[in-house]
């Protein structure tokens, strides 16, 4: 895939070139965009042929970020080619890409073989292009789908970082309440605990539960590999958390409630996270004005009514050498995990990181 334009020239930065990030930062600034250099993994410029810098594109992983042309060059070529000079380098690496946009940009992205997954109006759309798309995450659910005729389907999202006592309470009450449960993992390791250990301790812990499938989050189930407030710096964080959280639910309803055919999504009540809390209003307002109840399930507490588990508490334990102190906010596999030297590395980087995650 390729622009042929010979007024305009392509080159790639140097991120670790001062000068360069200078360049970068000095042009998008004027359009409204902060660059942020850990945001990125590759950057490219236009110029034309006076050698102004007319454009520029960025990608992080799979997901392209900073495309940006100056207004006068806006009805040309350029925009195309920054995007398809991205594709071309992306594609080898990934089979599967995602950009974000204010919805004003959909047909430009469209035309170029971009397809909308969702629009929270009116900060952002996602779109994505690729071998890969929300057809293939589709048929890897109904490989896993449980035909179900009588009874409730219910789902539920976790991180489980790490998995306590908390999430155990509301995995087994949804599944004692319900014929089927689906638990949508998150899937991105961007986490103190990876996937897989994730998945383990949740699996080793409620494998034994018939009536429930544990489900892989891929791209589309609260996976920060698309979280889009990098190009709304001069929006409140608190709409940003908002419209992600919108944009979030109209994907699980349009894509993922059809084809497990869910009537019930269950959540605990939060009090720490301002981004969790901002999902659990998005639910509130979509899900039941689309035929799947919400049911919000208080936290459970240990050792004093107004002693709530939550992961982060862990982690925060963790932090400050005091995990003998919140043990029983546990369950056995987690437990057992953390005070093995298997767990030693995370453990390391947790004291060492200063993150909510």
Known sequence: MGVENTDYREESLDLKNPYDIKLISKFLGALGFDFERRD???????????????????????????????????????????VTHLIDLVILKHKHIFVYTKPRNLEVFKGLGFTEIATAEPLFSVLEFGYENI??????????????????????????????????????????????????????????????????????????????????????????????????????????????????????????????????????????????????????????ANGVELLEIPRITCGGEDNYISASKVRQAIREDKLDEVLDFLPNSTKNFLLSEESSEIRKKIRETVTRH
């Open 40 to 82: 990125v993994d590759y950057t490219m410029i236009l110029y034309n042929l006076n050698g102004e810098v007319i454009g520029t594109g960025s990608y992080k992983g799979r997901v392209l970020k900073y495309v940006a042309v100056a207004p006068e060059f806006r009805e040309g070529a350029a925009f195309a080619q920054i």
């Open 135 to 288: 057809k293939t995450y589709q048929d890897y659910l109904r490989s896993i789908r449980r035909e179900v005729n009588v009874g409730d389907i219910a789902a539920i999202v976790v991180n489980c970082n790490p998995f306590t006592k908390g999430h155990k309470y509301l995995i087994e009450k949804a599944c004692k309440e319900n014929r089927l449960v689906y638990l949508f993992v998150v899937e991105e390791d961007r986490s103190s605990f990876t996937f897989d250990i994730r998945w383990n301790l949740i699996k080793e812990e409620l494998g034994n539960i018939e009536n429930l499938v544990m489900v892989k989050g891929g791209n589309y189930v609260v996976s920060g590999t698309i979280f889009p407030c990098y190009f709304l710096k001069q929006e409140k964080e608190c709409d940003i958390a908002d419209k992600q959280a919108e944009l979030d639910v109209i994907t699980f309803l349009r894509y993922i409630v059809p084809v497990l055919n869910i009537n019930k999504r269950y959540v605990g009540t939060e009090m720490y996270s301002p981004v969790t809390a901002a999902y659990n209003q998005a639910m509130i307002k979509y899900l039941p």
